[in-house]
């Protein structure tokens, strides 16, 4: 599980490499790694990105790697 965000309700995105965008269901959704997820706000499963594991890996790397200069 990775917390994404709907493309549309983010507007600009700065930087693409900590935001990758991805397609579920048609829709463009954006990696928000720092949004808190709740366990009971969660619905069901609809798809994977395990085909996307390089992206997320990469956005997380940047994340933590960044953090500390």
């Known amino acids: ?3 994404l965000a709907r493309k549309v309700e983010l507007g600009q995105i ?3 490499r900590l935001n990758p965008t991805f397609k579920v269901k048609g829709a463009a959704v954006v990696l928000h790694p720092l949004e808190i997820v709740s366990l009971a ?8 990105l395990a085909d996307e594991a390089d992206a997320i890996v990469a956005a997380l790397d940047e994340l933590f790697s960044g953090a500390f200069g």
């Open 1 to 3: 599980m990775i917390p």
């Open 14 to 16: 700065a930087d693409p």
């Open 41 to 48: 706000n969660l619905g069901e499963c609809v798809g994977s």
